[in-house]
């Protein structure tokens, strides 16, 4: 549920906000219809999907532990494995 709640957030502050550079910039401000179907749209496609994705995926304790195991590297890592293999060659 937080991706939706960080979702929803960020369609509060992005959307208008686009909105207001967008009619600054063309010079006038969009019509109310254009207005409400830009927001709607976002909304259901930005929000929306995360709503869906995250009732089929919940992230509970037991999945998280089994993903858990590939998240123990270091930050180097990659350096590791490409220096060992230029050194294979």
């Known amino acids: 549920m937080k991706?939706?709640?960080a979702a929803t957030k960020s369609w509060v502050v992005g959307i208008p906000l686009g909105l207001a550079?967008?009619?600054v910039q063309a010079g006038h401000f969009p019509a109310s219809a254009f207005?409400?179907?830009s927001l709607g749209s976002?909304?259901?496609l930005l929000v929306g999907w995360r709503a869906v994705f995250t009732a089929l995926f919940p992230?509970?304790?037991q999945s998280r532990k089994k993903r858990?195991?590939?998240k123990k590297g270091s930050p180097l890592e990659l350096f590791e494995l490409l220096?060992?293999?230029v050194?294979?060659?």
């Open 21 to 23: 550079i967008r009619g």
């Open 83 to 85: 220096s060992s293999l």
């Open 59 to 61: 992230n509970d304790e």
């Open 3 to 5: 991706a939706v709640f």
């Open 68 to 70: 858990d195991i590939y």
């Open 42 to 44: 976002t909304f259901v």
């Open 35 to 37: 207005i409400l179907v």
């Open 87 to 89: 050194r294979r060659w």
